[in-house]
C-alpha cells in the first residue's frame, strides 16, 4: 500500500524544490548553493548542488566583474554656420564612417529667407569621440556646442550580474523538468521556465543597449548657412553706400510726390471746370446788349 504514495511525495518536493529555486533567483545574489538548504527532498537537494555548480560555488554578490574601465555614455550636441550646407554634410558624413561611425537620422529644410538647415545624428566610436568632435566644430562658425558625459558602471555590473543568476535559474529548471515523473509537474516547470527564459531575454536586451550606448557615442550635428550679405562686412559707409542710400531716398521721394499728385488730381480736374464755368457766366453778364435788343 505504500508504492503508490511515493511518486505523489516526489510531486510535492519537486514543486517545493521549485519555489525555492525561483525565491533564490528573485534577488541580485540569488543561485546560491545556500537556497538549496530548505529542502527536504532529494530533487531539491540535486538541484541547490546544480546551481552551486553553475556559479561556480559563491553567489553573483561576491564575485568581482572583469571591468577594465568605467562605462560611460558620451553625447554631443554642436550647431555650426558654414557657407555651403551639403558640401559640410557630406564632409560630416565622411568623418564619421572614416572614424568607424555611421550616420543616423537626417533632416534638411529652408527657412522664409531660402537659408538651408541640416539635422544630422553621428554614430562614432568612443575613443574617435574627441577627434571627430574637433573636426566637426572647424568646419565653419561654432554656434554652440554640448557635451556630456555619462557614467553607467554600476548599471553594467548589475545587469551583468542578474544575468548571470538568470541563467542559472533557468539551469536548474531545465534540470528539474529533466527529472519530473508527472505530466502536471512538467507542465508547472515549462510555465515557470518561460517566464525566466523572458526575464533573461529581457536583460540581455538592456546588456546589448548599454554596450551599444557606451561603445558609441553619439553626436548630434546642426548645420545653418551663412547669409551671403553678412560675410566680410564693414559697419563704416563708404561713398558707395551713401550714392546708393540718396538714390534710395530720391526714388522714394519721387513716389510719394507722383501719388499725392495722383490722388489731387481729379479734385483739380473738377475745380478746374468749376472755374471755367463761371468765368463763362461772368462774361455772357458783361457782354453789352446788341442794337435790336433795347426796349
Known amino acids: ?22 525565491c533564490g533567483a528573485g534577488g541580485d545574489g540569488g543561485g546560491t548553493a545556500g537556497d538549496s538548504k530548505a529542502d527536504t527532498g532529494s530533487v531539491a537537494q540535486a538541484a541547490g548542488a546544480a546551481g552551486a555548480k553553475d556559479s561556480g560555488g559563491k553567489g553573483p554578490a561576491g564575485t568581482t566583474p572583469g571591468l577594465t574601465a568605467d562605462r560611460i555614455i558620451r553625447t554631443a ?16 558624413r565622411t568623418t564619421a564612417e572614416d572614424a568607424g561611425g555611421y550616420v543616423g537620422d537626417e533632416t534638411t529644410s529652408r527657412d522664409s529667407t531660402g537659408h538651408e538647415h541640416t539635422r544630422v545624428v553621428l554614430r562614432v566610436p568612443t575613443e574617435r569621440y574627441d577627434e571627430v568632435l574637433a573636426g566637426l566644430q572647424g568646419a565653419g562658425q561654432l554656434l554652440d556646442r554640448t ?13 551583468d550580474s542578474r544575468i548571470r543568476s538568470q541563467r542559472a535559474s533557468v539551469a536548474r529548471v531545465r534540470e528539474l523538468m529533466d527529472r519530473a515523473a508527472r505530466l502536471s509537474d512538467v507542465v508547472t ?24 550606448r557606451t561603445s558609441l557615442a553619439t553626436i548630434t550635428l546642426s548645420l545653418t548657412q551663412t547669409p551671403a ?7 563704416t559707409p563708404g561713398f558707395v553706400d551713401a550714392l546708393s542710400g540718396g538714390w534710395h ?20 480736374a473738377l475745380a478746374g471746370l468749376a ?21
Open 77 to 92: 550636441s554642436l550647431t555650426v554656420r558654414v557657407k555651403d550646407v551639403p558640401k559640410a554634410l557630406d564632409e560630416a
Open 1 to 22: 500500500m505504500r508504492h503508490p504514495v511515493r511518486p505523489a511525495l516526489a510531486g510535492v518536493l519537486l514543486v517545493a524544490a521549485l519555489v525555492l529555486t525561483g
Open 189 to 212: 516547470l515549462e510555465g515557470e521556465l518561460s517566464s525566466r527564459e523572458a526575464d533573461l531575454e529581457a536583460l540581455l536586451a538592456r546588456q546589448a543597449s548599454l554596450k551599444d
Open 147 to 159: 557635451a556630456k558625459a555619462q557614467d553607467v558602471t554600476d548599471q553594467v555590473v548589475d545587469v
Open 275 to 295: 472755374a471755367l464755368l463761371w468765368w463763362r457766366v461772368l462774361r455772357r453778364r458783361r457782354t453789352p446788349a446788341g442794337p435790336g435788343s433795347g426796349t
Open 229 to 235: 550679405h553678412r560675410a566680410a562686412q564693414d559697419d
Open 249 to 268: 531716398v530720391f526714388v522714394t521721394m519721387l513716389r510719394w510726390i507722383a501719388l499725392a499728385l495722383g490722388a489731387a488730381l481729379p479734385f483739380a
